[in-house]
């Protein structure tokens, strides 16, 4: 009978803590004051995040999210695979915005109309806005109303991480997993798969899985096994 593996050494999900700013800490900093404001009802100011894939967008509005959430604020979260997205609810404190330049016509005016309502809402203060998306806001294809109020706040280019970064990061996510990740298993990494983190941390998450699921240790035959679907 095959041995299920137990789950001992999971990793942590997005939080503003675990996050590796490397030349984001400005906007690291922002969001962490932000935050704070934002669940005590305050009116920070809007922030919106852009940079290519894997510059940690992603990981930043879903760290704000749990971070708000765990200060009991009720959130606004809009994203692509929301096809019909709610009115604006005036119990939110704030309102996130992730992906924006994936947002179609129906998405994009619900946008609109939860920014409008965040800042100037029919009762209580301004809420706090923060979006991400690929593109700087005059290079969105969005509606312009939408595309202009995004570059209304703080705007902020999230940079990728330089490779000392990335391998701080990895070695760090693989002691959260209780994974023992040798520099030459990340030198492998590194440099025959594509270095955007996202991609890096669902590698290292599927190596996980199959060195348990095998009771196997780490190494570079291990990882070239599970991609070989052995």
Do not use: C
């Amino acid at each position: 009978m095959k041995q299920l593996a137990l789950d001992i050494g999971l990793a942590s999900g997005p939080t503003l803590e675990n996050f590796q700013p490397g030349s984001n800490a400005q906007a690291l900093q922002h969001l962490r004051l932000a935050a704070g404001e934002a669940a005590a009802l305050h009116s920070p100011v809007p922030i919106y995040l852009w940079g290519a894939p894997g510059t940690g967008k992603s990981h930043l509005l879903r760290a704000a999210y749990e971070a708000l959430r765990a200060q009991g604020a009720r959130v606004g979260w809009l994203d692509p695979a929301m096809r019909w997205p709610s009115a604006f609810d005036e119990r939110w404190s704030a309102v996130l915005l992730h992906d924006v330049h994936r947002y179609s016509e129906e998405q994009q005016a619900a946008a609109f109309n939860w920014f409008i309502n965040a800042l100037d809402p029919a009762a209580g203060p301004p809420r706090w806005v923060l979006a991400a998306g690929d593109l700087p806001p005059a290079d969105l294809a969005l509606r312009e109303d939408l595309r202009s109020r995004l570059a209304w706040g703080h705007v902020f280019q999230l940079q990728p991480l330089a490779e000392d970064e990335l391998r701080a990061v990895l070695h760090r996510q693989a002691g959260e997993r209780g994974m023992a990740l040798a520099g030459d298993v990340v030198d492998y990494m590194l440099h025959h798969f594509s270095r955007d983190l996202g991609s890096l941390t669902g590698l290292l998450d599927r190596l996980d899985g199959f060195a348990l699921r095998t009771q196997r240790a780490v190494t570079i035959p291990l990882l070239k096994s599970m991609l070989q679907g052995d």
